[in-house]
């Protein structure tokens, strides 16, 4: 789970930069299958992440802006208004 977890931050990542290049490309450069890299974008999509892939660039990008969170953090040390 937490190599999964790590997989998507690096996606993430990547897809903000607009660097994926193509699905195959992409796959290759994280070491994984297609088949895989297509399981983990729509995981993430499920997870609400408005992931498309832009033609022109050659690149997945993110429809709108998101930030995406994994982890634990303490209660106390979120700021309230």
């Given at each position: 789970m937490i190599k999964n977890i790590e997989l998507i931050k690096r996606i993430d990542?990547?897809?903000r930069m607009k660097a994926t290049g193509t699905p195959e490309d992409f796959a290759s450069y994280l070491g994984?299958?297609?088949n895989?890299?297509?399981r983990i974008i729509k995981t993430m999509k499920l997870l609400?992440?408005?992931v498309l892939y832009d033609y022109s660039l050659q690149s997945?990008?993110?429809e709108k802006e998101v930030g995406?969170?994994?982890?634990?953090f303490s209660k106390?040390?979120?700021i309230k208004p």
């Open positions: 990542r990547l897809i994984i299958s297609k895989t890299l297509y609400n992440a408005p997945y990008v993110y995406c969170i994994f982890g634990f106390t040390s979120i």
